[in-house]
């Protein structure tokens, strides 16, 4: 199914970035959005600057949806923040940026798609969580805290939303080579990777190909799922 009119956040680089290239190589119309400028060009691809936290921002970015790409099929909710502390030397101002951004950002953008979703033939919501959420990863509590609170609403979503006809589910990637991952040693990347099924690091081919599993028009008694990738060993 081509010609899909998907909004993804987190675009302006790692996975937000490869998942917009693999829908634009897909045939689809991608609207990208991020706090830094756009990573790409594309005859298909239109870029708005953006903090998904922001209300004000969130509601302009789906005018310039409903102006640019006439409605919306698919709604990926990619951005995210962490920081790698531990409880004890976590400034609050980061705690704070990293809810704000995994979960009222989620809960901002999944609100205002909802409208254009309910007259898509095949509305879905994709939602980005973590393997630290089941793996309980110190030095990352607030990380995990926040999207083990996009799960759940991912879950509560996805029943509200099933009358309309769409789906909302997650995916939790495994260590993806990020600028988030760049800054965890290696010796704990090692540990982290080795606790896996399949120890080894995650492509963003492999998320995509999740992705592509829900966007199916066929996946529609599909929802309210998290699949985590690499197994936990």
Not at 27 to 34: L, M, N
Not at 60 to 74: N, Y
Not at 156 to 171: D, H, L, M, Q, Y
Request: hydrophobic share 45%; proline share 5%.
């Amino acid at each position: 199914m081509a010609d899909r009119r998907i909004l993804i956040t987190g675009t302006s680089r790692g996975l937000g970035l490869a998942l917009a290239e693999h829908y634009l190589a897909q045939g689809d119309r991608v609207v990208g959005c991020a706090r830094g400028p756009a990573a790409l060009a594309h005859e298909r691809y239109t870029h708005v600057t953006a903090d998904v936290a922001d209300e004000a921002a969130a509601i302009e970015v789906f005018r310039l949806v409903r102006g640019s790409v006439k409605g919306l099929d698919v709604l990926i909710n990619n951005a995210g923040v962490a920081e790698m502390n531990l409880v004890a030397l976590t400034p609050v101002d980061a705690a704070r940026r990293t809810l704000e951004t995994n979960v009222l950002g989620t809960f901002l953008f999944t609100r205002q798609a909802i409208r254009l979703l309910k007259r898509s033939p095949c509305g879905r919501i994709v939602n980005m969580t973590t393997v630290a959420v089941p793996l309980r990863l110190e030095g990352e509590a607030m990380y995990a805290a926040a999207k083990s609170a996009v799960e759940i609403f991912t879950r509560v979503t996805a029943r509200e939303v099933a009358p309309f006809g769409i789906t909302c589910n997650a995916v939790g990637p495994s260590p993806v080579k990020t600028r988030l991952t760049e800054s965890v040693p290696e010796r704990q990347m090692k540990a982290l990777l080795g606790r896996q099924a399949v120890p080894r690091w995650a492509e963003p081919a492999d998320v995509a190909n999740v992705v592509d599993f829900f966007l199916r028009p066929e996946s529609g008694m599909v929802t309210g799922q998290v699949v985590y990738l690499g197994g936990l060993g």
